[in-house]
């Protein structure tokens, strides 16, 4: 079953990024997300970061607990649910 | 590839600089001191934000006011060249920055008042320098990022070198505003940790400071030479360099050639980020084996375009002393056995290399020594 | 006196096109998803200077009067949630760096000026001083928007790229040199120095204190 974090995550990282080619569910949860095939970087971690910060009210540290963090869709998802407020998670 | 900049020898004929702590010789004496000038600071200024390490003059807020505060500062800072000497067609002016007067685009933006924005281009700000000084209109800007003052150096030895000038005046000044401050703090660099350059530690803190500075270039006065510049650029990303390290060593290369068999001290950039830290110290290590380095970031915070010129005059009070400050604010386990926590005695060296990088993966570096 | 030899111009001249046709325009000269973060300025000045193959021992000079407009812009109105990648892409000189770092290009040297009426002449200063055998100087500007009417941005968009080499070539196609004169003044704007390069116009005249710039073509 979907999970509708994952789903709003990668909507947030073709939006936010503006992958025209590329089609949120063609982003698979496990798959590295930077040096990957969406060919993201560090910069555009941390362009995710500012959107994620402001969506789910958490706070991402340092360069490094970014890094942690946007390993993958999954891991992001992971990172999330241990920070917010559940009732900023999409249901 | 790398080959030397720079390699004719040019004259330091005066150098000093302004930081929260004062000129060069009051800078130099806080630093063997172990004082920081840095101390958490909302990031935002008037509006707030996350504390974090910056250094700012004293009496000066982050946010920009209408004439910008810093231009009084910078004004005595620069009294010695002041006067239309300057700026002619025998004594141009360099004057380089990373920032200019951004300060006053963003406080244009946030307050709606037209007056700042006179102020906020690279043009502006240099004008507003130009006239308060009275210097002519000989005046080139550079601007690149954390290196842009040694780009100031290398053109004004080029100038003399070249024949096409008598004396060459380099100007270089960097102040804080939110837009900058924010801008690092978006990059998850300048968080709330204090900056210790060359630490090994899980994660890296930069800081930010004021700062300002000048040299005066001759082909023939003052009792400290340019010997050696050198210039890389690695185009590699804007935020990270190439994992090899290749692109520090390039930069240093030309140096260790020129200065081979001599002692020196090495001033490195060492703003507090981990991996290009841990890259410098390692590509000093290897070009200049048993040179100690210091970093003064930790204290003064980063004085972004500013870095090379306001830490090339404390390196020049270091050699004038007798005295090298120590990397203030760091401890050990540091990435090379080479980085020097504490102020040493430098009068057995024959000089010291200064090195700058900035974001792209440019780098630079200068071998400054007694003439 | 100081001299070159112009062996390649390339220019573009996009009038009042947005950032949205200029990148579909420009796309297919630079890596796939790549310009999907690039600023009008980045693309218009990547395209030209990409077509002189900018090299490892090359230095490169690069002039722009009000640098990324519209990046400058945007990340002024992120704050407080400020942007990162408009804060990094707003910084001079990154009009130049955006197509070198999408193409791993190293240069040896890499001069980027600002200024205003004096901009270029000590751009051209810079580019004649250097010792790389080929020194390319390019530059251009992008139109802003709000920041436009405060003097703040550029209000017209152009890029140029020059190939300069030491010696006289047989496919040299013009000279480029600054002589010293006594007791000039003179300025010579970046807007104008582009309508020369554009129409292959001559130039002789004072263009800062104490020099005199001579543009010749063959």
Known sequence: MADPLCDRLKHLIVETLHLEDIAPAQIEDAAPLIGSGLSLDSIDALELVVKIEKEFGIKIASAEESHQALASVASLAAFIRARADAAKLPA | ?371 | MLERYIQAVRTDAPGSEEPAATRDRLKARFAPGAVRRMTQLGLFVGAVLGELQPGEADALVYATQFGEGRALEGYLDSFPGASPTLFQTSIHPSGAQQGLIGRQRSVREFFPLAGGNQLVATAVQAALLSDAERVLFCGGEERGTWLVPHGAASDRAFAFALALTRVRAADSIGRLALEPVADSAGALALPDWFELLHNRRPFAGAVAPGWRLVLEWQ
Not at chain 2, 31 to 48: F, K, N, Q, T, W
Not at chain 2, 176 to 198: R, T
């Open chain 2, 1 to 371: 590839m790398a080959f030397p900049t720079q390699n004719s020898a040019i004259r330091l004929a005066a150098c000093d600089c302004l930081t929260p702590f004062g000129d060069a010789f009051a800078t130099h004496a806080a630093l063997l001191r172990g004082e920081r000038a840095l101390s958490p600071s909302p990031v935002l200024g008037r509006e707030g934000g996350d504390a974090v390490p910056l250094a700012l003059l004293p009496g000066r807020a982050l946010d920009e006011a209408n004439p910008p505060a810093w231009l009084h500062s910078l004004q005595t800072l620069l009294a010695p060249v002041a006067g239309p000497g300057w700026g002619t067609a025998r004594h141009p002016v360099c004057v380089t920055s990373s920032n200019f007067g951004v300060g006053s685009l963003y406080a244009l933006r946030r307050t709606g008042e037209a007056g700042h924005a006179a102020h906020g281009t690279p043009h502006g700000s240099v004008e507003l320098v130009r006239r308060a000084l009275g210097w002519g209109e000989n005046v080139a800007i550079f601007s690149h990022a954390c290196v842009s003052a040694h780009l100031g150096l290398v053109h004004a030895s080029r100038l003399l070198a070249a024949g096409a000038a008598d004396e060459v005046l380099v100007v270089s000044y960097d102040f804080l505003s939110p837009f900058v401050a924010g801008g690092f703090h978006a990059l998850k660099i300048l968080n709330v940790d204090l900056p210790v350059p060359y630490q090994d530690r899980a994660t890296g803190s930069i800081g930010l400071g004021d700062g300002a500075g000048y040299a005066v270039l001759s082909r023939n006065h003052g009792d400290f030479a340019l010997e050696v510049q050198s210039l890389h650029n690695e185009m590699y990303h804007f935020t990270a360099n190439k994992p090899d390290g290749s692109g520090f060593a390039a930069a240093l290369a030309p140096l260790a050639a020129a200065a081979a068999g001599r002692k020196l001290w090495v001033k490195g950039h060492g703003t507090g980020t981990l991996e290009a830290g841990r890259m410098e110290a390692q590509a000093v290590a290897q070009a200049f084996s048993g040179a100690p380095l210091v970093g003064w970031k930790g204290s003064l915070g980063h004085t972004l375009g500013s870095c090379g010129l306001v830490e090339l005059a404390i390196a020049a009070a270091s050699l004038r002393s007798g005295r090298t400050p120590g990397t203030v604010g760091s401890a050990s386990p540091t990435f090379t056995d080479a980085v020097a926590l504490e102020p040493f005695d430098n009068t057995a060296f024959d000089g010291a290399v200064c090195a700058s990088n900035a974001f792209g993966g440019a780098h630079a570096a200068l071998l400054l020594s007694h003439a």
